[in-house]
């Protein structure tokens, strides 16, 4: 490009006369070491890089883009955090109050003499950061290999018995804690130095503090938090703190997290106290943390603003009341809590529940004493595991006194429960939408009348008394897996389908296509005799997998068009359903269609044709068409 092309009102370097906050924005998309580079064109550049307030030293990128196979990892490593050292000793400090300060890199086993320098680079960089008033700091120490272009990099160089030895975490700085500046604080991997057995936090401004996977120099630990503007704290894969304190000036805490995920062992929650944000605490999430039902009636029962509750893997919580104090609960999770024996819940807030323990009750009749006839507002309750009685579901599922708006209900490995029984057309609830049913294997008998139910899946053995679904929603979906029904018994049996409308079946042999078709939809008009269109679609394995593909554009469909209300001299002559409530697929009907592009259809059309003729012939409007 000629001079004169850029040149404009005298200037010829349009990027250097930019806006300072103009070119923060672009510095934004780059890595840090990108920035340095650019730093080093002029001094207008060097100026803008020591008031850039985001600094990110990462040695995933910085190992990608440096990477020598001659190199090993800790070479690598120390150099990395050479440049940091260097680049931080480039800028004077207090040039700029920093935004971010995010420092990423791998726990790796270095040669003497810098055995010691991540500790080194660590303290140096925190006390620049700390200078520069940062407000947002992230420290993450990872022990994975670290890979780069799909190549596993490990030490060359190492003693075979060294590397064996475990590693220990670089230490986290106490002044950190004690930080006028910064809002989040992000520390994993990282060994937190503490001072006659206790770590206190007290930063005014902090807003949001999550450990992973860090440890303390003295066990066991008391950790005080003292932050008056803390919002959210996580602890995850962290158990050296033996108390967890919040004080008085934590009164708008409003998420308490701590998990045990990657890690084994449990940990004893009893000494976490959360007296002091009863008051604002609205999420609280406990994971392979231990307490007990007296700990849990002291400490969760009194948080008046809590809005999601959820407990993992809490084997020493028997019995959980949850009152009017938690009236604001909306969400209620509580898995694998397997000494779990009575659960209440009263929140009219309540809309989402979800008990799952499928390793404990699932071999045992252990009954589970589970009460939410006050939560009014309940819209879905999954129960996985947990041994309800029919009673449970009669009382529950009262159209008066049971749930009142709930829209889904999942049963999953229920080896109590014999009969789900839900009448919704007395009270006309239009809430009820979703329904499954899924390996309870004493369940006998299903009858479920819910006007604007809009899918029902049930998977579990045969049924001796059937299964009966009714529905006014023309968009009804059903999965039925295992439904059989005597042949002989048929007659004294409720059509189990009767309002459903549209039918998709997937076949898995493709034998069946031929004479048993016509079985196939003999049956299939029984199960569903208000049906309007039937559709089959045949599903094999692959050669390489188990999975069963559907074949296109292969298909069957069989349409039934039926007139809304059949004249009276037409139904007096159709004796064979007048017993019934419910009358069978032969009436009203004034035409059928059939798609049919399978192989030998020929043979299947003359089958389907005299089906239909001899059923529903006599009807002087009914016309059959096959289109194939």
Request: hydrophobic share 35%; net charge negative.
């Amino acid at each position: 490009m000629r001079r004169e092309d850029i040149i404009i009102n005298g200037v010829d370097d349009h990027f250097s006369y930019l806006p300072q906050h103009i070119v923060h924005h672009i510095f934004s998309f780059l890595t840090t070491k990108d920035v340095i580079r650019t730093s080093l064109l002029s001094k207008h550049f060097f100026h803008i890089w020591c008031t850039f307030p985001i600094l990110n030293f990462d040695y995933q990128l910085f190992s990608t883009s440096t990477y020598n196979s001659s190199t090993t990892c800790s070479q690598r490593l120390i150099k990395f955090f050479e440049t940091i050292i260097a680049s931080l000793k480039r800028i004077p400090q207090n040039s700029c109050d920093l935004d971010s300060f995010t420092c990423r890199f791998p726990l790796t086993k270095l040669p003497k003499p810098n055995d010691n320098i991540i500790n080194n680079v660590l303290a140096y960089s925190l006390e620049y950061g700390i200078a520069n008033k940062v407000k947002h700091l992230t420290i993450e120490c990872t022990t994975r290999t670290h890979q780069t272009s799909n190549i596993v990099v490990r030490d060359q160089d190492q003693d075979s018995q060294e590397t064996n030895k475990p590693l220990l975490p670089p230490l986290l700085p106490v002044k950190v804690f004690s930080s006028k500046w910064i809002k989040t604080m992000n520390l994993c991997g990282i060994a937190l130095l503490n001072v006659e057995n206790s770590i206190i936090i007290k930063c005014p401004l902090l807003e949001d503090l999550i450990f992973e996977r860090c440890n303390t120099t003295i066990r066991p630990t008391t950790i005080l938090i003292s932050c008056p503007k803390l919002k959210s704290i996580k602890f995850i894969d962290s158990k050296d703190f033996d108390t967890i304190e919040m004080t008085k000036d934590n009164e708008v805490l409003e998420s308490f997290s701590f998990e045990l995920q990657g890690i084994t062992g449990r940990f004893d929650g009893n000494k976490i106290d959360l007296q002091s944000c009863k008051q604002s605490l609205k999420t609280l999430i406990l994971a392979n943390t231990q307490v007990s039902d007296e700990w849990f009636s002291e400490q969760v029962s009194k948080l008046i603003s809590l809005e999601s509750l959820r407990i993992t893997c809490c084997e020493s919580l028997h019995t959980i009341k949850i009152g009017m104090s938690n009236k604001n609960l909306q969400n209620m999770e509580l898995i694998n809590c397997k000494a779990m024996e009575d659960i209440k819940v009263v929140s009219p807030s309540l809309k989402y529940f979800h008990y799952g323990c499928l390793n404990n009750r699932r071999h045992n009749n252990q009954i589970l004493n589970l009460n939410l006839y006050e939560c009014e507002n309940l819209k879905d309750v999954r129960l996985e595991g947990a041994n309800i009685t029919n009673k449970w579901i009669e009382d529950h599922f009262n159209p008066l006194t049971g749930f009142r708006i709930l829209e889904k209900f999942h049963l999953f490995k229920c080896n109590v429960v014999e009969k789900v029984e839900i009448d919704y057309t007395i009270c006309n609830n239009q809430y009820l939408k979703s329904v499954e049913l899924v390996s309870c294997y004493k369940l006998s008998t299903i009858k479920i009348e819910a006007p604007n139910l809009h899918w029902f899946d049930y998977d579990g053995p045969t049924l001796s008394s059937g299964v009966l679904v009714t529905s006014t929603n023309n968009k009804l979906e059903a999965q039925i897996t295992h439904l059989i029904f005597p042949e002989e018994a048929k007659d004294d049996l409720f059509p189990p389908l009767c309002d459903l409308k549209h039918l998709k079946i997937k076949i898995l042999r493709e034998s069946i296509l031929g004479y048993n078709i016509m079985k196939l939809i003999e049956s299939l008009l029984w199960l569903a005799p208000s049906v309007e269109t039937i559709s089959i679609s045949l599903c094999i394995a692959s050669k390489n997998t188990k999975v069963h593909e559907q074949l296109q554009p292969s298909q069957f469909l069989l349409k039934l068009d039926r007139i809304d209300k059949m004249e009276e001299d037409v139904w007096e002559l159709e004796e064979c359903c007048v017993q019934y409530l419910v009358k069978c697929w032969r009436h009203n009907l004034t035409k059928i269609e059939v798609v049919d592009d399978f192989q030998d259809y020929e043979e299947r059309a003359i089958l389907l044709q005299n089906y239909f003729m001899e059923n529903v012939g006599i009807k002087a409007n009914f016309q059959f068409n096959l289109l194939i």
